[in-house]
């Protein structure tokens, strides 16, 4: 549909306010990292310059539907006016709204008021004090799993109780009580209060009707959507091959250490640790991928490298395994290479990086580094960091762990704490004399005293070997390479026959659909195995999101390749790119207890879809770089170039409907959890900018330059770099409440 005349300007105003915002709200993330949260919020987020930009593209965007009579579409005519309805929400909390602290104590009389973040006193219209406050524990642990207060409000009405816990309000008369916070003396809690009920209502139906019109938008027959599912490009398709490559690990002489055998019984105890009980193995891992860079080192499995540590200290200490980064760290500590031996760090003046540790040069944080690397084998060596060793405190549902290196509590029997001090001496003894039988027989009965003393609060033995399983079975280096390898070729092949128009045996395409599926059981298999071990969706940090991009990435391509057979070389890259990120990104995954406020399961529907989201502008990037490359090749490609268009249009609506949904489950979330549903934080704003950059590609029959393939192409390139800024450079650089994705 073309615009002409009046409704011309519309358009611009319309879409010259969207594309004013970007760089306004971007800048804005910057000038916050600069001069604080309070300086961005007052004098760009909320500004009335601000909010008027805001209702003038709101205002000419009704306009511009109005006059291109958008109501003969009826889907999508409700979809354009859910976000107008959003925004309408948005601008009521804004006015209205309030939101403070309420600190309130077991021993203090009720309160009738709370503190606004302007130090004003918002009086309720009723009473409200604290009856009672505790922590709630993950079994067998002092990691708390939860904190419930129960409040008590009176007013002409009576007294009524409710409780207030993380993730779960307390609404009275539309003011909402969320858990903030609590007294070091557990008598004491702090609640967010939010007032708000008109902006909430309007924003929440906006949400619901967004959902809606997005479900039947891909419904609707004659939608854009379905109208590309019906391009004629897509009735032809391509082959393309694929090979592997494989290479074999150097194995090299190291110094002393247990056996293979013995040393995985000494890491088939339990320990507490990372705030969870688990298999003393995830520590070894751990521990070595941490010190030496790798799970492995020099042949030796990392519970021969921890146990060698531990056992052969005076060799290991001699050993140049500590990976080191930097160039001036590594001076310091008189070393040329990346390795240094623990002798390394100190000499007759004393410790060799104190003054970098004290220093504000950017050295400091490889000094940092290095010196986290220094303080754990000292734990280890010493034998602090092996809480090995459960007591059941009396009258008390927890358990208490104990290392080495620690004292007895005072309610603790003589001959219990006998045990915790000789048993580990013991085993030390029949290793000094080599017999190793001895040691696994003294380390069973130390793994029998772990179950007796810990009871209902260790992990179940399905749990318990499916985590070993899982820290056995992490191939992520070799797979992230033959990904990439297979990735790459694949996309030469693919873009060789598409410029000599020579078609490809349709054996590669079966074999590539067979590593596929194999790739696919595995990374299913080891997402699973997280869940099972770590009792939450994996979706709590970057490693995991990473995995699950990884696992999409390969379960789009195994739906849609057989449509969009292109679509096969992006499915490796995708999974080799993820998985490379995954472990760049942490060299050391640990698996831990959530914090209370991420136990939600929004948040795990929210990183699912804006995760999908990301994996699909993926593949329209990718699809933009084979377009350019086509181009390059030879001039006549325009039925290939417009192909390749038709692809990235039609994966584009799903991918901007996926990130919609998930910024929109994440202010749910946030809501439920902070009592706001967005916050200006600079991770929420990037991804509202990637949100509205990649809209204006949706609209190609109002903007006539994404009608050009090229340009589109060139587009799809461009904004994903907005996706590379949302997920790496906000948590890098911005910072923000988003520190953990």
Known sequence: MQTTGNDRLLKIAAFGCAALIIPILAAATVFEKIYGSDFAREHIYTALPMLLLWGFAAFSSLLYLLKRKMWRRPVTFCLHLAFLLILVGALLTHLSGRQGKLHLRTDEPPVPGFLLSDDRTMQLPFTVSLADFHPEYYTGTSAPSDFVSTVTVEDSYGKTEGVVSMNNIFNYRHYRFYQSGYDADGKGSVFTVSHDPCGITVTYI??????????????????????????????????????????????????????????????????????????????????????????????????????????????????????????????????????????????????????????????????????EKFSIISTLCTGSLLKIYPYAVPRSETLQWYSLADRPSEDMPYEQWAFIRGSMDMVAERIAVKDDAGAIVLLEKI??????????????????????????????????????????LCFMIFCFSSAMRKPLSGRFVRLLNVMLGILFLYLTAQIAMRWNVSRHIPLSNGFETMHFMAWCSVLLTLVLQRRLRMLLPFGFLMCGFTLLVAMMGESSPRITNLMPVLQSPLLSFHVMFVMAAYTLLAFTMLNGLMAVVLRLARRNCSEDIEYLRTVSRIVMYPAVFCLTVGIFIGAVWANVS????????????????????????????????????????????????????????????LGGMHGYA
Request: charged share 20%; net charge positive; with cysteine.
């Open 447 to 488: 793994k029998q005293y772990q179950v007796k003393e810990g009871g209902e609060s260790m992990p179940s033995n399905v749990r318990f070997r499916a985590e070993k399983i899982y820290n056995r079975a992490n191939f992520d280096k070799p797979l992230a390479m033959m990904c990439l390898t297979i990735g790459i």
């Open 206 to 371: 906006g949400y619901l009707w967004l959902l809606l019109s997005m479900i039947g938008f891909f419904f609707e027959r004659n939608s854009a959507f379905r109208r590309l599912l019906r391009h004629p490009s897509l009735r032809r398709s391509a082959m393309i091959a694929a090979i592997a490559v494989l290479s074999a690990p150097h194995v090299a002489a190291a110094p002393r250490t247990l056996s293979r055998e013995t040393a995985e019984k000494f890491c088939d105890l339990h320990i507490y640790y990372n705030d969870r009980v688990c298999p003393l193995q995830t520590l070894a891992r751990d521990f070595t991928l941490k010190i030496c860079g790798k799970s492995t080192y020099e042949g030796l499995t990392a519970e021969q490298v921890l146990t060698g540590w531990f056992f052969y200290y005076d060799d290991w200490k001699n050993e140049p395994c500590i990976k080191i980064k930097g160039a001036q760290t590594a001076r310091l500590l008189g070393i040329d290479g990346k390795f240094a031996r623990l002798t390394d760090f100190t000499d007759v003046n004393g410790y060799k990086l104190d003054d970098a540790l004290r220093s504000d040069d950017a050295n400091r944080r490889n000094a940092a580094a290095a010196n």
């Open 674 to 733: 902070w009592g706001r549903y967005w916050g200006w934080d600079p991770k929420e704003v990037w991804a509202l900018i990637t949100l509205m950059i990649y809209s204006f590609a949706l609209h190609s029959d109002s903007l006539s330059w994404f009608r050009r393939p090229m340009f589109f192409h060139l587009f799809c390139i461009g904004a994903f770099l907005n996706v590379l800024i949302t997920y790496f450079g906000v948590n890098f650089i």
